[in-house]
């Protein structure tokens, strides 16, 4: 039995590149900066860049909604595939498979609206509870 889940806060390194597969699937793939919680020698605070990959509704509303420099949690679970390069060398890809994203700060109206959900909350609806955050 194992358990894999990974919860990450950080902005969007660029806008969010939607594809959909042969069969019709979106597909989603993004970096997120995420702030260490340290400065380096020189005083200044690093982060790590991790790519991010969303699938189907999640994909789409990610695309739809957030752009470059947006702060997000994203909650998934770690994934490390291989594949052969163009020279046939193996290599490996680590990224997180988001299932859960969640806003935390709203955009300037004047950059984007979202549509309206039953409650009135102006955020489209994606499920990132607090019984799901382990702190």
Known sequence: MGFN????????????????????????????????????????READFIPVVAWNKLAETIAHNLSKGRLIAIE?????????????????????IADKMQFLEKKQDSEQSYSKRDDGDDRPEVDFGDDDVPF
């Open 5 to 44: 889940r990974a919860i990450l806060i950080g902005r969007l390194t660029r806008d969010p590149e939607l594809k959909y597969t042969t069969n019709g699937k979106a597909v989603t793939t993004f970096t997120l900066a995420v702030d260490r919680d340290f400065t380096n020698q020189q005083g200044e």
């Open 76 to 96: 998934g679970r770690i994934q490390v595939r291989t594949y052969d390069d163009k020279e046939g060398v193996k290599r490996y890809a680590t990224e997180i």
